[in-house]
């Protein structure tokens, strides 16, 4: 540990040491319990949320029947799986949406140039109405009700 004149001192010199429990150095408390311990639960990057909760929750099942004739139970504080399953579930919604609105414009458009195309051949289309003037007309006077302005503002041309 140190020298005094030369000599050595070392721990045994000092006292005796023993291996005891640790104490406790902070205050937890759930449901009027005031000896409750904590633990968290990391998870590596990259990994899958899911996964990684089915395995804790594999575990915590299997610590509570190891557990039990001692009168210890793990209780969740904070599970974050109805989060995990929340977020997911919202994500592929938000996508699934994101897809059929970008079809639906898709068609829209491709539809309305289909039928500028065949109004110039001898052949007429029945998407006639959807022209690309007839849509852009639309969507002019569906702006100007939401904005509550007149359709000279929003002008681009001659409407019918």
């Not at 610590?63 to 977020?87: C, E, H, M, Q, S």
């Amino acid at each position: 540990m140190t020298q005094f004149n030369g000599t050595p001192v070392l721990v045994r010199d000092l006292g005796r040491t023993t291996l005891e429990h640790q104490e406790r150095e902070g205050i937890l408390g759930k449901d009027s319990n005031p000896d409750t311990i904590e633990g968290i639960v990391l998870m590596l990057k990259y990994q899958n949320p899911s996964e990684t909760l089915r395995g804790v929750h594999a575990k915590v099942a299997e610590l509570n029947r190891a557990l039990a004739g001692d009168g210890v139970k793990i209780v969740p504080y904070i599970d974050r799986d109805n989060l995990v399953r929340a977020t997911v579930r919202k994500v592929g919604q938000t996508i699934l949406e994101g897809v059929a609105l970008v079809f639906l414009i898709l068609i829209l458009f491709l539809a309305a140039r289909a039928a500028r195309w065949s109004s110039r051949s001898r052949f007429r289309s029945r998407w006639r109405p959807y022209s690309h003037c007839s849509i852009s007309r639309t969507c002019r006077r569906i702006c100007c009700r939401w904005a509550q302005s007149t359709s000279a503002f929003w002008s681009t041309g001659p409407s019918s």
